[in-house]
Nanobody, 119 residues
Framework: QLQLVNSGGGLVQPGGSLRLSCTAS????????VAWFRQGERVACVNLEP???VYSDSIKGRFTVSRDSAGKTVYLQMTDLKPEDTAIYSC?????????????????WGQGTQVTVSS
């Protein structure tokens, strides 16, 4: 059974930073394309093959997605946070090679972590 745990959310002031984690239990993330979502919008993903990264226009240049060397965690580093970034963020995994495939299906989801950007 694929299990994902999301963590790292919280309350931050505008302009601040947070790092979200997507940690796998019982499997290795290096075998999957991993995507980050908020409120139904895919904001970032790290593809399986080729190992490219994709970002939505709304967060491009501010967020960075990365895999850890152990293959167990994918991070979403968020900088210059804005109030409109407030949302529940969840990760998901797929065996599809790239997240841009319009037929992509996700095999597991994390429980989500709340990010609130407010002064």
């Amino acid at each position: 059974q694929l299990q994902l745990v999301n963590s790292g959310g919280g309350l931050v002031q505008p302009g601040g930073s947070l790092r979200l984690s997507c940690t796998a239990s019982g499997f290795t993330l290096t075998d999957y394309t991993v995507a980050w979502f908020r409120q139904g919008e895919r904001v970032a993903c790290v593809n399986l093959e080729p190992a490219t990264k994709v970002y939505s226009d709304s967060i491009k240049g501010r967020f960075t997605v990365s895999r850890d060397s152990a293959g167990k965690t994918v991070y979403l580093q968020m900088t210059d946070l804005k109030p409109e970034d407030t949302a529940i963020y969840s990760c998901a995994v797929s065996t599809f090679l790239i997240c841009e495939n319009p037929r992509i299906q996700y095999d597991a989801w994390g429980q989500g972590t709340q990010v609130t950007v407010s002064s």
